[in-house]
């Protein structure tokens, strides 16, 4: 089965570590977002890519990192700077020139105390 | 500055129709999109409007109209299952679109 696989389900990490959330997607698709989402809010774009070793920073990039050494692979790292980084974290892939068609994982709820 | 608009919360009884509307602002458009998310899930894709109308797919539809930069989702026979978050996006480039807040959809038996 094609689909998105994000890991772990849930994180919990403590302050001032760095922590990086696995996506992994196997449906040939060239384009892979990150959104955060907060309670009651929308998604928000971190982090974008179209293509293998390229990215682009979306509306939130400032804490996160992110690299796409590979087209299957999309990890997005959460580093210390991020003042607050719990929340729930979806990443997403998209076929050629659909982008406005996203395929979602399940979603990382990262908790940091 | 980009702005999507969609109410916080609509109810609706069970078997009945709904709408949910979607005023959009933003620098560019190709297309207007609709995702349903249930509590816990991950978000799923339901429509695109590129050109101005309606789109059916079953018991959903979407329209669009260009000129007045708005849209809506229109839920019919609703059932229980069908409550949930729905999320307008913004396809304001060819390359990533914008969210809106989201619309929680209440529905009561």
């Known amino acids: 089965d094609g689909g998105i696989t994000q890991s772990p389900k849930y994180l919990f990490r403590k302050e001032g570590q760095n922590v990086t959330l696995s996506c992994e997607q196997n449906l040939n698709h060239d384009a892979m977002y990150w959104y955060r989402q907060d309670p009651g809010q929308g998604l928000r774009l971190i982090y974008y890519s179209q293509i293998v070793n390229d990215f682009q920073k979306g509306d939130i990039a400032e804490g996160y990192s992110v690299s796409r050494e590979k087209k299957e692979s999309f990890p997005l790292t959460v580093t210390s700077a991020q003042k607050n980084p719990t929340a729930f974290y979806l990443c997403a892939s998209s076929g050629q020139g659909r982008y406005y068609e996203q395929y979602f994982g399940p979603g990382t709820r990262l908790t940091v105390t | 500055g980009q702005s999507l608009e969609q109410p916080s919360e609509v109810t609706a009884v069970e078997g009945a129709i709904v709408q949910i509307n979607c005023t959009y602002q933003t620098s560019g458009f190709y297309g207007l999109s609709w995702y349903q998310q249930h509590d816990g899930g991950a978000p799923t894709f339901l429509s695109y409007n590129a050109l101005d109308g309606l789109e059916e797919t079953g018991r959903f539809s979407s329209f669009l109209s260009r000129s007045d930069s708005y849209g809506y989702l229109l839920l019919q026979e609703l059932q229980m299952k069908d409550s949930a978050s729905y999320f307008c996006?913004?396809?304001?480039?060819?390359?990533?679109?914008?969210f809106g807040k989201g619309t929680r959809l209440h529905i009561l038996p």
């Open positions: 996006a913004v396809n304001e480039r060819d390359d990533k679109i914008i």
